[in-house]
Every structure is written in structure tokens, then in C-alpha cells.
């Protein structure tokens, strides 16, 4: 199944061709959860802070939909 990825920030690294902020569709599996898309883009789990599922924050263990929009952000420092 596909759902659309953004990567945001300093993840953006970890996107294809390491475009920050550039939604892009992937293909998982039936029933995978949000925190193995973390390990299919070898995304250390330390490395998000917050993430949404379709504008609603979720929990690692959220089970992916079809055509899910999946948004991910690092820690964000600043003062």
C-alpha cells in the first residue's frame, strides 16, 4: 500500500534524493506501524520528536492506512 511522506527539517536528509520538506509516496506493508516506516527510512526513532499521521499526532505504534500522509519533525532547539 502507499502513504506520502514529509520529512521535515534536519530528516529531510533522510528523504529521496535529501529534499527537506518534499512530500514523497512509499510502499509498506498490510499493518505497518509508524515506527517500522522509521526503520525502512533508517531514521533513528531519538531522531523524531513529533509525529502526525493525516494532521493527528500519533503514537509509534499507530497502524498505517492506505494513503496515509505521514509528517515527521526533529527536536527543535532555539532560544
Not at 531522531?47 to 519533525?73: C, H, I, M, Q, T
Amino acid at each position: 500500500m502507499r502513504v506520502r511522506v514529509k520529512l521535515f527539517a534536519t530528516l529531510g536528509m533522510y528523504a529521496p534524493g535529501g529534499e527537506s520538506a518534499k512530500p514523497f509516496v512509499m510502499e509498506v506493508d498490510q499493518g505497518t506501524r509508524l515506527n517500522a516506516l522509521l526503520d525502512k527510512l533508517d531514521i533513528p526513532e531519538e531522531s523524531v520528536r513529533v509525529k502526525f499521521v493525516n494532521g493527528r499526532a500519533r503514537k509509534w505504534d499507530y497502524v498505517l492506512e492506505p494513503d496515509d500522509e505521514v509528517g515527521l519533525f526533529p527536536p527543535i532547539g532555539g532560544g
